[in-house]
């Protein structure tokens, strides 16, 4: 199952791209898909405030992880 939309951008000339959405994909896990929303909110942020999406973004699926494996059932 893909996990996000992905960009693609197409290098016109030095300096120059042009960028091209694809069709939005939801993981179907909330929380995973809330952290992909917070990444894409990031295209034109200043890249000072990438740091601290970044880090959320990897506690919050480190949680999801943690989380998916206390409820696994055990044998």
Do not use: I, K, Y
Not at 30 to 43: I, K, Q
Not at 50 to 72: I, K, Q, T
């Amino acid at each position: 199952m893909p996990l996000a939309a992905e960009a693609t951008q197409t290098v016109l000339d030095p300096g120059e791209t042009v960028t091209e959405q694809q069709p939005e994909q939801r993981t179907g896990h909330p929380a995973v898909d809330t952290v992909l929303d917070s990444l894409a909110a990031l295209d034109g942020a200043p890249v000072d405030e990438h740091v601290a999406v970044f880090e959320a973004a990897h506690d919050a699926l480190r949680g999801a992880l943690a989380d998916a494996a206390n409820s696994r059932p055990t044998a």
